[in-house]
Structure formats: C-alpha cells, structure tokens
C-alpha cells in the first residue's frame, strides 16, 4: 500500500462546477496535510494547508480533513480551465520530519 | 507564501560535465531542504533531504557520489550532478521549510544532457 495515495484522473469537470479531488493516507498519526497544484513543466504551488479534522475553506477551494478516516480531500467550486492541472497531495509523518507527495490527481476543467 | 528561487532555470550541458543548481530561501530561514526530479508526466520523485549544517540523506536509489548536496548555509541548497549523462536530463526543483511548516517549492532547473 502507497503510504499516499490519490486516483491518477484524469478528472473532467466542466466550468463552473465543483471538483473533488480525494486522498488517502496510510500513517494513522500524520499531523499535516497539504494540497499543491503543478501546471505542467511547473513547479508545485502550495494552495491549502489543514492540520486538524473537519473544512477549511480558503476562496474556492475547500480542504477536508477526516483523520478517522485517513482522507483528505480538496473541493474547487466554480471550476475554471485554468483550474486544469494536476494536483498533489502531501502528509507530513509524526515530528514534521518528511513528507510524503501523492503521485497526484490530473483535472481538467472543460470550458 | 515564501519564496524559494532556483538557479539557472535551464541548462544545457555536455555528457561527462557538472552541473551546479542552486537553491535560496528569499524571505525564511529553511532549517530543511529537499531536492526532487520529475521526469515528463511523472510524478515528483524525493532525492534528497538535507539539514543545514548536516550530511544530506538520499533516498533510496539515489547516486550521492553522483548528486552532491551541500547545505551550508539557512538560506542557501546546492545539488551538484557529477559526471552527468543523457539520463541525468530532467526537471530538478528544490523545495524549503522552516521548522515542522508547509514546504515551499522553487521554480524548478530544468537540465538538458547532450
């Protein structure tokens, strides 16, 4: 079992509505979860940050944390094309020392 | 969000050369850095972890003789590809973090081998 895990897409959501990008984890006492968006040939850009359950809203997007569960998962209302890229997901292990990057989840946002 | 710059953001060079990418915290401190390769619609792959002042920790599979990291300062990262060969070419990006925070990416170098 990955240790992160997220489906590879790709994700096709048309303008305007809402994606759902989803990830588990495999280490029950992770601390911090993060969502990063790469356009390609980019570089990943941080764009949430959660580290305790439940939503954290920032804009259009939605992070949700359900450690019971051992999924995070990202919501990105009213979807532009420009929302299309790929998006990882990161969990850093207990003391903060290493964390480990999804493989990652393509969506694309058809206009 | 902090800034993390790379330098140069591509290069081309010969097979059998070095190269020497480097990699700044602008605006924090980095207590950690981290080097990745990202092969064309692949995933980030973790080469190297490193603390400032310590010996870096390579991932498994990862050549340290090959790809020199020196750390020496807060602010400042560089991965050294020795020797370097067609294969070598990839997207190298570096990545910073202060203390148990978010880890913040740089723009990438993008290495041609020829």
């Known amino acids: 079992q990955k240790e992160v895990e997220q489906n590879s897409g790709p994700l096709s959501v048309p303008e305007g509505a809402i994606a759902s990008l989803n990830c588990t984890y495999s280490?029950?006492?992770?601390?911090?979860f993060f969502w990063y968006r790469q356009y390609s040939g980019k570089s990943p850009e941080l764009i949430m940050s959660?580290?305790?359950?439940g939503d954290k809203e920032d804009g259009r997007f939605t992070a949700q944390l359900n450690k019971a569960s051992q999924y995070v998962s990202l919501l990105i209302r009213d979807s532009q094309p420009s929302d299309s890229a790929t998006y990882l997901c990161?969990?850093?292990?207990?003391?903060?020392?290493?964390?480990?990057f999804g493989a990652g989840t393509r969506l694309f946002v058809k206009a | 969000g902090a800034v993390v710059s790379q330098h140069p953001s591509w290069v081309i060079c010969k097979s059998g050369t070095s190269v020497k990418i480097e990699c700044r915290s602008l605006?924090?401190?980095?207590?950690?850095m981290f080097w990745y390769r990202q092969f064309p619609k692949q995933s980030l792959m973790l080469m190297a972890t490193?603390?400032?002042?310590?010996?870096?920790?390579?991932e498994q599979g990862v050549e340290k003789d090959k790809f020199l990291i020196n750390h020496a300062s807060l602010t400042l990262s560089t991965l050294t590809v020795t020797s370097a060969h067609p294969e070598d070419s990839s997207f190298y990006i570096c990545?910073?973090?202060?203390?148990?925070?978010?880890?913040?990416f740089g723009p990438g170098t993008r290495l041609t081998v020829t």
């Open positions: 990545s910073a973090r202060e203390q148990n925070s978010e880890q913040y």
């Open positions: 280490d029950r006492v992770s601390q911090s």
């Open positions: 959660i580290y305790s359950n």
């Open positions: 990161a969990v850093t292990n207990t003391g903060g020392f290493k964390t480990i």
């Open positions: 605006d924090f401190q980095a207590t950690t």
């Open positions: 490193s603390n400032e002042g310590s010996k870096a920790t390579y």
